[in-house]
Every structure is written in structure tokens, then in C-alpha cells.
T-cell receptor, first 114, second 121 residues
Framework: AQSVAQPEDQVNVAEGNPLTVKCTYSVSGNPYLFWYVQYPNRGLQFLLKYITGDNLVKGSYGFEAEFNKSQTSFHLKKPSALVSDSALYFCAVSSPGSARQLTFGSGTQLTVLP | DAGITQSPRHKVTETGTPVTLRCHQTENHRYMYWYRQDPGHGLRLIHYSYGVKDTDKGEVSDGYSVSRSKTEDFLLTLESATSSQTSVYFC????????????????????FGPGTRLTVL
């Protein structure tokens, strides 16, 4: 069975500082990893994904994520946080054996303080 | 929201009544999914469809049924709603399969609708 852990329910960061939202995963075989963002009363918006290739993936709105196979992690990062980045962030995983079944983490609420 | 609409957007109903939620897409994507979102659980897959009349169960399918008679519509039915089904329901779509060199199944990104907030009293 595949699983995702987002160890922090809440992350606070000052505007202009770098931010990191953590994600670790467990899956059989090679993982397909995704990050989504959810603003209040909205659906999930796709940010970025890792399938294969370069371990550093760049996505929307200046976000990037680094795939680390040895640590089974896929942390989301941004060099300089904006107040408008405040939202709920979800990490998700699937695998070649179950590519249609995304398993989500429980989410991390990011608050960027002005 | 990638050409996906959900209806209704909000619904309040009573225990024991049937409820049907509709997902409509204009992207002609093959795959459609129903998830529920609950605090502390993230999103959990209820059912998904890989074509007209082709569906399969997800992680939390008990108490739910689905139907897909047209490419663009995917219906989620609660035959007899219970309070434990109070949740926010999201539909998602993804495109055709992408075959990689290894022969493994592709990695289509799922795009989500705006959600339906269902309250069962």
C-alpha cells in the first residue's frame, strides 16, 4: 500500500523568507509525486510533479520541489514567500502499479505573515 | 478549474435520503474521479472511471455508487445518506495514458473541480 506523510499540520513563515513544506512517502516501485494547493472554498490546483529525470522540479508560482529517493522525501520549497502563498498544501503519490490511484497526505496549512 | 463543473455546490439533506452529485467536464478526458475531503484525512478516493460505463472502487467506496453514461458526466450517488457522509466532495479528471519507455502506465495529472459541500443532518 502507498502512503504519504506531511508531518506538519501548520507552517508559519515571514514574508520574504524561504519556505519549506515537508512530504515523505512510501510506495512500491518508482513513485510519481505531486503537489497541489487549495485556497479557501476552492478546489485543488496542481503545482508540480515528479515522474522521472532531474530531482529538482520547478512548478507554478515560483514553487519547486526536490525528490530525494534515499530519504523518500519530496519537500516543497520557495525561495521567498508571499502573503498570497498562504493556503493548504497537499502532497500526493501514485506508482506504476496504481497510476490511477493518487494517495494524498493530510495537508499542511501554510501561513505567510506580513 | 480545467473545464470541470460540479452540481450542486452546496446541499443539506436528511439521513436516509438519496443524494446524487454531478460532475461535468468539457475536456473530453478519459478518466474521472470522485474524492471526499475531511479534516485530518486529506482527500480519499471514492470511485473512479476509465471510460463510459467503466468504473472501479477506490479506498472509501462503501455507501457510494457511481455511473458514467457519457464521457462528460460522472455521477456519484449516496443511496441512503448518513451523517458520516457529511464532507466536501471533489471531482477530478485526467487525460489519456502516456506510455513511457519502460512500458509503465503514464502519469497523468489530475485536475480538480470546485467541490460540493454536503451536509447530512
Amino acid at each position: 500500500a502507498q502512503s504519504v506523510a506531511q508531518p506538519e499540520d501548520q507552517v508559519n513563515v515571514a514574508e520574504g523568507n524561504p519556505l519549506t513544506v515537508k512530504c515523505t512517502y512510501s510506495v512500491s516501485g518508482n513513485p510519481y509525486l505531486f503537489w497541489y494547493v487549495q485556497y479557501p472554498n476552492r478546489g485543488l490546483q496542481f503545482l508540480l510533479k515528479y515522474i522521472t529525470g532531474d530531482n529538482l522540479v520547478k512548478g507554478s508560482y515560483g514553487f519547486e520541489a526536490e525528490f530525494n529517493k534515499s530519504q523518500t522525501s519530496f519537500h516543497l520549497k520557495k525561495p521567498s514567500a508571499l502573503v498570497s502563498d498562504s493556503a493548504l498544501y497537499f502532497c500526493a503519490v501514485s506508482s506504476p502499479g496504481s497510476a490511477r490511484q493518487l494517495t494524498f497526505g493530510s495537508g499542511t496549512q501554510l501561513t505567510v505573515l506580513p | 478549474d480545467a473545464g470541470i463543473t460540479q452540481s450542486p455546490r452546496h446541499k443539506v439533506t436528511e439521513t436516509g435520503t438519496p443524494v446524487t452529485l454531478r460532475c461535468h467536464q468539457t475536456e473530453n478526458h478519459r478518466y474521472m474521479y470522485w474524492y471526499r475531503q475531511d479534516p485530518g484525512h486529506g482527500l480519499r478516493l471514492i470511485h473512479y472511471s476509465y471510460g463510459v460505463k467503466d468504473t472501479d472502487k477506490g479506498e472509501v467506496s462503501d455507501g457510494y455508487s457511481v455511473s458514467r453514461s457519457k464521457t462528460e458526466d460522472f455521477l456519484l450517488t449516496l443511496e441512503s445518506a448518513t451523517s458520516s457522509q457529511t464532507s466536501v466532495y471533489f471531482c477530478a479528471i485526467s487525460g489519456t495514458r502516456t506510455t513511457q519507455a519502460s512500458g509503465s502506465v503514464g502519469t497523468d495529472t489530475q485536475y480538480f473541480g470546485p467541490g460540493t459541500r454536503l451536509t447530512v443532518l
